[in-house]
Antibody, heavy 125, light 112 residues
Framework: QVQLQESGPGLVKPSETLSLTCTVS????????WSWIRQPAGKGLEWIGR???????NYNPSLKSRVTMSVDTSKNQFSLKLSSVTAADTAVYYC???????????????????WGQGTLVTVSS | QSVLTQPPSVSGAPGQRVTISCTGS?????????VHWYQQLPGTAPKLLIY???NRPSGVPDRFSGSKSGTSASLAITGLQAEDEADYYC????????????FGGGTKLTVL
């Protein structure tokens, strides 16, 4: 059973960079897409971006200028950096696996089948 | 403002049937893209409920079903149970801008 675990600082100061890591256990990180998704308190889900184990990335256009993702296959980990944070970036951050069960996979056929438990990141001075 | 529109709340008595709608546009659901659904129990991470419009992962009861038509999709829950009280989110792909994955705003299901 694949398990994901987010880790990183729970408090980040405004204008600084939020950094989170997701550790994958129970399976290999290779040959999958991996996403970051966030949820402000009492609000809905927002997809931040995804990374393939080759390092190829896709980012939400609304966050693209501030987001960087990376992957370390040797550690079975992938990471998120979000720069110039403000209070609006305060949220629970989830990592998730993108999966496609079809024989032919297209962008829309991917869904999130495994999720981490989430980690709360607060932006405050 | 979410790209996919869901009703903020729905409710039903135990044993009843409820549906949750998810309305999109020509750049997402209307483009023929798949819709997936997630259930989020209070204080927990979302859980995959329906994928590819109408498919259930193993372990999801057949009381949950999904459908899609035109620019909308629906999640139906029959034989409502107290444990179904949760937030439900639809998700699809949007081809506008450079393309990205989008969620609905979520629907709170209350079991009366």
């Amino acid at each position: 059973q694949v398990q994901l675990q987010e880790s990183g600082p729970g408090l980040v100061k405004p204008s600084e960079t939020l950094s989170l890591t997701c550790t994958v256990s129970g399976g290999s990180i290779s040959s999958y897409y991996w996403s970051w998704i966030r949820q402000p308190a009492g609000k809905g889900l927002e997809w931040i971006g995804r990374i393939y184990t080759s390092g190829s990335t896709n980012y939400n256009p609304s966050l693209k200028s501030r987001v960087t993702m990376s992957v370390d296959t040797s550690k079975n980990q992938f990471s998120l950096k979000l720069s110039s944070v403000t209070a609006a970036d305060t949220a629970v951050y989830y990592c998730a696996r993108d999966y496609c069960s079809s024989t032919s996979c297209y962008d829309d056929t991917y869904y999130f089948d495994y999720w981490g438990q989430g980690t709360l990141v607060t932006v405050s001075s | 403002q979410s790209v996919l529109t869901q009703p903020p709340s729905v409710s039903g008595a135990p044993g009843q049937r409820v549906t949750i709608s998810c309305t999109g546009s020509s750049s997402n659901i209307g483009a023929g893209y798949d819709v997936h659904w997630y259930q989020q129990l209070p204080g927990t991470a979302p859980k995959l409920l329906i994928y590819g419009n109408s498919n259930r992962p193993s372990g999801v009861p057949d009381r949950f079903s999904g459908s899609k038509s035109g620019t909308s999709a629906s999640l139906a829950i029959t034989g409502l149970q107290a444990e179904d009280e949760a937030d439900y989110y639809c998700q699809s792909y949007d081809s506008s801008l450079s393309g990205f994955w989008v969620f609905g705003g979520g629907t709170k299901l209350t079991v009366l």
